[in-house]
């Protein structure tokens, strides 16, 4: 059981080994072949294999403190308090641990929601924002790492040749000054401590703490003795030397002891000209200084993959360090101000040494902490690496840091890591580099907070954290400081740092394979479409914002798709619903058969790029399935209103799926040959169907009677969407005939049902798409009616609707004659038959709608497809199956064609 797999079972009890049950017979058990009995107990040695693991203190504490303190705490604290005085400085780290404080809670709740795996920051961002968010987060972290372990390697190496290097001009035999100085030499010299570095590193994460906590001894016994100096070494003053330009000053310092005046003086800030690089200080520049000393905070999560514990060590550790840390800085500051005054504060960094009772033991401090922060930045890199390989974020190019020893040690990822920040010693100097690499950490602070912010607004149920001293505001507030502290401290390398992250974003997004992880966009997305859609009232509905929303039945997709594709660009940003019947009685069965098959509808929807959800139902027959989805489909405001079914003929259905380029299974796709065969094949053409052609009239009267409008789609395997768009010259028609040419008594007015299909063509039209396409609207008139009035009258009503169409007249005279109206013998006749209606419709004979059917295809300019006119279904059952033979002859060979019923009003001329 592990916190990437969900729990489906749980031993309240363990059991000995005496008191084991014996195996039921007929269990899968495996025998020893001697005595008959299980021989499935785990070895107890192999448990001793498992790599020793870190606790609290040696895992956490120790390596937070020291990266923490690094230098800062022997040479930038007097600098903070001699430009910004004590009650700025003071201000400055309150402000400053304010803002890290607030990413340690989060820190604190993330870890302590589930169990945590190497990786530290980056296990966090990504398992709650995704691999995308974490992935590009790991990447900087990462390179945030190699960069300040070069850094922290310099640094030392900086220090060292200043002690003891051979400088140009002076006295090659000064005592202490040995080391040769140049570039290459301060390269060796760095070498040298990151290959010191490395070989802790690759024995593992045991020798590291090992040898951290030797680290952490000696320099609490510096800050112990810095501590004790401030009381126990008297006055004095310190000979200062530093250099402006080519001119060497000499001043004096001097050391008070406790005195007010001292204390006074250090009060109010007074910044000056910063002596190391000749710059004017400001309150933003000090504190970014000082702001570089708090960001060691992740040392601890870094090492979330060695400890015994993390969600119980890293909580605990981390703020046991951070409140440690705070206190010392707030005392030394203190203590300064107290007994130093400012040309000793402000002109010599190191006179933490100067006044210690042992002058070299600061300076051991310092190597110490500083070697300290290079181990941990490297072993912090190597993990983040390992944790990046795992996931396979990177497809092969990481593979080989998955690589680890029998202890665990992904020394792949150490050696990798190594490499990288030896490379990065050739730059010799890093002070460009030293901004963007605590911007770097600044990002990864802010990222951990939005994490948290993520997963508290989502309002997950199994978001629950044993930490619980956090709210959503203190992660905003985390969120708020890293930002404003990255811009600050540069806001050139903080845009440039935000784009880079944005780019990995990227790129994972469209590289990387889909994760297990757990989405938090999709709890987000859930939160927030919930609360929209109890905000979508329909009562509130107007004709004026209607869409089509709708549900297509498919009985198969591989025989399908053209449709699927046609009615994606149809619904115009509406509510879009694949819906299928499955055939069978639960009662029957030993489990839900649809709950196997929505990957493959969910598959097709994806491969075929198309903005729709799926719904399946099972039912013992297709009319109570359609039933079931037109009553459950959708929630509160979306539901659908229109109903689309494919006609009922005895066409040949062809297999199309295979002809899509998305499902070709001769090109290697993962998902297509797992997808295909949950797909049943093509139904033979002698083959029965699965619903009569009564239950198929019965489910567009059924539609009808719950206010659905009914759409019924022919000839659409023969709908080439892609040739349609692809063509260079030539129009592309879309032809409407709006009026029921089943009742040509009925053609000289508009109904709601022509206005409901006037208003599908002109959405289609609307469609990016099929913008190209022309609509063309065709009127039957009979001779001796004034075509003039009626065409006016309809491009009047096409003015108001703002429906952009060419109005054809098409005379029908010859065709109209063949109807039943009129052969009526008298008025009497006519009463009689009109009496009867709806069963007059029955009258119509197979001549007249043949007629209509030629009619229709007489029309120049064959039409990408066309917009009918459908009936509605008679009130008889009886008829329905004479009825479906109208609709099947009047529309015979007419290529794709729409026959559409509309029941509610869709249009509107108001504002």
């Not at 005054?341 to 002109?347: G, I, S």
């Not at 600061?362 to 912090?380: N, R, W």
């Not at 396409?773 to 009503?797: H, N, P, Y």
Request: aromatic share 12%; proline share 5%; with cysteine.
């Amino acid at each position: 059981m592990t916190e990437k797999t969900p729990l489906l079972h749980y031993r309240l009890f363990s059991v000995s080994e005496d008191h084991q049950p014996p195996p039921v017979v007929g269990d899968n058990v495996p025998d020893d072949g001697v005595t008959g009995t299980a021989a499935a107990t785990v070895p107890t040695h192999s448990r001793r294999t498992q790599p020793k693991k870190l606790s609290t203190f040696f895992g956490v504490v120790i390596p937070t403190l020291l990266s923490m303190f690094s230098v800062v705490v022997f040479l930038r604290v007097g600098f903070v308090v001699g430009q910004a005085g004590l009650y700025q400085a003071i201000a400055m780290f309150i402000v400053a641990y304010v803002i890290i404080s607030m990413t340690v809670l989060s820190v604190c709740a993330i870890s302590t929601n589930g169990a945590l795996d190497a990786g530290g920051a980056y296990y966090m961002i990504s398992r709650a924002l995704g691999p995308e968010f974490g992935g590009s987060i790991g990447i900087m972290f990462f390179f945030a790492n190699i960069c300040g372990c070069a850094l922290y390697v310099l640094g030392l190496v900086e220090s060292i040749v200043e002690m003891f290097g051979l400088q140009p001009g002076r006295n090659a035999w000064a005592p202490g000054h040995v080391l040769p100085s140049s570039y290459w030499y301060d390269f060796l010299y760095g070498t040298v401590i990151l290959l010191i570095c490395l070989l802790v590193c690759l024995v593992g994460a045991n020798i590291y703490a090992k040898a951290t906590f030797i680290i952490f001894v000696i320099v609490s016994s510096v800050l112990l003795i810095v501590f004790i100096s401030f009381f126990v070494v008297k006055e004095m003053s310190v000979p200062i030397t530093y250099y402006e330009g080519n001119v060497t000053i000499m001043v004096n310092g001097t050391f008070t002891g406790f005195k007010y005046t001292t204390l006074k003086d250090n009060l109010s800030p007074q910044y000056g000209i910063d002596y190391t690089t000749g710059v004017m200080m400001t309150f933003t520049s000090v504190f970014a200084v000082m702001f570089n000393g708090c960001t060691g905070i992740m040392a601890g999560s870094n090492m979330s993959g060695d400890l015994k514990n993390p969600s119980y060590s890293i909580p605990r550790g981390t703020i046991t360090a951070v409140i440690f840390t705070y206190i010392i800085y707030n005392l030394l500051c203190i203590l300064t101000a107290c007994t130093c005054d400012r040309v000793l504060l402000k002109k010599d960094y190191g006179f933490l040494g100067d006044i210690n009772l042992w002058h070299p033991l600061v300076t051991i401090g310092v190597y110490s902490s500083t070697l300290s922060a290079a181990m941990s930045a490297l072993i912090g890199a190597s993990r983040i690496l390992y944790a990046l390989a795992k996931d396979d974020l990177f497809g092969v190019l990481l593979i080989p840091a998955k690589k680890t020893s029998k202890s665990g040690n992904p020394w792949v990822a150490v050696l990798f890591s190594w490499i990288l920040v030896q490379f990065v010693l050739f730059a010799g100097k890093l002070n460009t580099i030293a901004g963007i690499v605590t911007i770097f950490f600044l990002l990864v602070y802010a990222a951990v907070d939005l994490a948290c912010l993520a997963l508290e607004w989502a309002s997950a149920p199994n978001f629950r954290p044993t930490f619980r001293y956090f709210t959503w505001h203190t992660c905003i507030l985390g969120i708020i400081g890293c930002v404003v502290m990255m811009f600050l401290i540069n806001p050139i390398y903080a845009s440039a740092s935000i784009a880079f992250m944005l780019i990995l974003l990227l790129v994972i997004h469209y590289l990387s394979p889909n994760s297990s992880w757990g989405y938090i966009s999709q709890a987000l997305i859930f939160h927030q479409v919930r609360k929209y859609l109890l905000m979508l009232d329909v009562r509130k509905e107007h004709v004026k914002f209607w869409r089509p929303q709708v549900l297509l039945m498919v009985t198969n997709p591989r025989t399908s798709i053209p449709l699927i594709n046609f009615m994606n660009d149809l619904k115009k940003s509406g509510l879009y619903v694949l819906g299928h019947v499955e055939l069978g009685d639960l009662d029957c069965l030993p489990s839900d058969p649809l709950q196997s098959q929505y990957d493959s509808w969910l598959t097709l929807v994806d491969k075929l790029n198309i903005k729709a959800f799926v719904n399946l139902t099972l039912s013992t027959c297709v009319r109570h399935g359609v039933q079931h989805l037109l009553f459950i489909s959708g929630l509160g405001g979306m539901r659908p209103n229109t109903l689309v079914l494919g006609f009922y003929d005895n066409c040949r259905p062809d297999d199309l799926l295979k002809q899509e380029p998305a499902f070709n299974t001769s090109i290697s796709d993962g998902d297509s040959p797992v997808m295909l065969p949950n797909f049943p094949p093509v139904r033979a053409t002698c083959a029965s169907k699965c619903l009569s052609s009564e239950e198929y009239v019965s489910i567009i009267q059924d539609a009808m009677k719950m206010l659905k409008n009914v759409v019924l789609a022919r000839y659409f395997s023969k709908f080439d969407r892609k040739e349609l768009l692809s063509r260079k010259c030539g129009d592309i028609f879309v032809d409407v005939w709006p009026l029921n040419l089943m009742r040509p008594d009925s053609t000289s007015y508009v109904d709601t049902s022509s206005l409901f299909l006037l208003q599908m063509a002109c959405v289609f039209n609307m469609v990016h798409t099929w913008k190209r396409a022309k609509l063309r609207l065709f009127i039957c008139v009979e001779s001796g009616m004034k075509v003039e009035v009626q065409e006016g009258k309809l491009q009047q009503l096409l003015k108001e609707l703002r429906i952009k169409a060419t109005i054809q007249t098409v005379t029908w005279d010859s065709v109209v004659s063949l109807h039943w109206h009129k052969t009526l013998s008298s008025k009497q006749d006519e009463d009689s038959i009109f009496s009867s209606f709806p069963t007059n419709s029955m009258m119509i004979s197979d001549q007249y709608l043949q007629a209509v059917n030629q009619m229709i295809l007489g029309q120049s300019s064959k039409p990408a497809v066309r917009f009918l006119y459908l009936p509605r279904p008679p009130a008889d059952t009886t008829m329905y199956e004479r009825y479906l033979q109208q609709l099947d002859i009047m529309t015979k060979d007419l290529g794709p064609t729409l026959l559409i019923h509309g029941v509610s009003a869709v249009t509107s001329t108001d504002l």
